[in-house]
C-alpha cells in the first residue's frame, strides 16, 4: 500500500467538506424545530460547519497550490478538459461563497430563533446555500476526479495500442 | 416551534454580517471575472502571496469581517426590514454562484 501525503490532504479536504455540508442540514433541522431547548445544540452544529469549512479551506488550498498543477496538465490533455476549465474553475471561487456563508450561520445562530422569527428564516436560508452549495462542490469534485481519471485510463489504453 | 414566535428584527451583528456576507459574495464573483480578464491583477496578486487564489481567498474573508465591523457601527440596518436582508443575502449567493458557473461555461 502506498499512501501519499497528497491523497491524505484531498480525501481530508473532501471529507470536510462533507461533514460542513451535513453539520449545515443539521442546522436547518434543528432550526427548523427551534426550541429553548436545542438553541444550544444548534450554535454548537453552526460552529462545526464552520469550523468544518475552514479546515477544507485550508487542506484544499494546500492541494490545489502544491499537488493539483500536475492533475490540471493530465485533465487538459485528455478527453474531458472541460472537467478543470468549467468544474474546478467554479469550484475554486465558488468555496469562498460557501465559506463566508459558514464563517456567517454561528453569527446567525446567535440569536433566539425559538423568539424570533425572522433570525430563524435567516438561519434557515444560510444553512440551504451552504447545504446547495456544499453538494454542488462535492459534485464538481467527482467531476474533476473523474476527467483526471479518464485521462489516465485513455490515455494508457491509447499507449498499449 | 414555541407559540410567541414573533417577527422580532435581525440584531444589529447579524444584520450587519448578512449585508457584509452578500457583498463580500458578489466582490468574489466580480474578482474572479476581472483577474481572468485582465492578467496584471492576477499577477499582482499573486505577488501578494504567492498565488492569486490564496490573495483571493483572504481578501474576501478580511472584506467580511472588516465589512461587519463597520455596518455594525452604524445604525444602517436598523432602517432595513429583515426580509429585505435575507432575500438580498440570497439573491446575492444564487446571482453569484449561477453567475460563476456562467463565466467559464460561455466566456
Known amino acids: 500500500m502506498n499512501i501519499t501525503t497528497s491523497d491524505v490532504v484531498l480525501l481530508a479536504h473532501a471529507g470536510f467538506g462533507v461533514f460542513g455540508t451535513l453539520a449545515a442540514v443539521w442546522v436547518f433541522v434543528e432550526a427548523l424545530n427551534a426550541h429553548a431547548e436545542n438553541a444550544k445544540r444548534l450554535r454548537t452544529a453552526a460552529l462545526i460547519v464552520a469550523a468544518c469549512m475552514v479546515i477544507a479551506w485550508i487542506l484544499g488550498g494546500d492541494f490545489y497550490l502544491h499537488f493539483y498543477p500536475a492533475d490540471k496538465a493530465l485533465i487538459l490533455r485528455g478527453p474531458w478538459p472541460f472537467a478543470h476549465n468549467l468544474f474546478m474553475e467554479t469550484k475554486e471561487h465558488l468555496f469562498f461563497l460557501t465559506l463566508v456563508l459558514s464563517l456567517y450561520l454561528p453569527i446567525a445562530a446567535r440569536e433566539k430563533l425559538y423568539e424570533n422569527a425572522s433570525a430563524r428564516r435567516m438561519v434557515l436560508c444560510v444553512a440551504m446555500l451552504i447545504t446547495l452549495s456544499g453538494f454542488a462542490m462535492e459534485g464538481f469534485g467527482a467531476i474533476v476526479n473523474h476527467g483526471a481519471k479518464i485521462a489516465l485510463l485513455r490515455g494508457g489504453a491509447k499507449a498499449s495500442e | 416551534m414555541d407559540a410567541n414566535v414573533n417577527n422580532s428584527k435581525l440584531s444589529r451583528a447579524s444584520a450587519s454580517f448578512a449585508l457584509a456576507a452578500a457583498i463580500s459574495i458578489v466582490v468574489n464573483t466580480v474578482l474572479a471575472c476581472a483577474k481572468d480578464t485582465y492578467q496584471p491583477l492576477k499577477t499582482w496578486m499573486a505577488s501578494l502571496t504567492g498565488h492569486d487564489w490564496t490573495t483571493q481567498g483572504l481578501a474576501i474573508v478580511g472584506l ?40 467559464y461555461a460561455f466566456f
Not at chain 2, 455596518?71 to 426580509?83: G, M
Open chain 2, 64 to 103: 467580511f469581517v472588516v465589512l461587519g465591523l463597520v455596518i455594525r457601527k452604524t445604525s444602517f440596518t436598523e432602517t432595513v426590514p429583515p426580509n429585505r436582508i435575507i432575500s438580498v443575502l440570497a439573491g446575492a449567493a444564487i446571482t453569484a454562484g449561477i453567475g460563476l458557473f456562467a463565466w
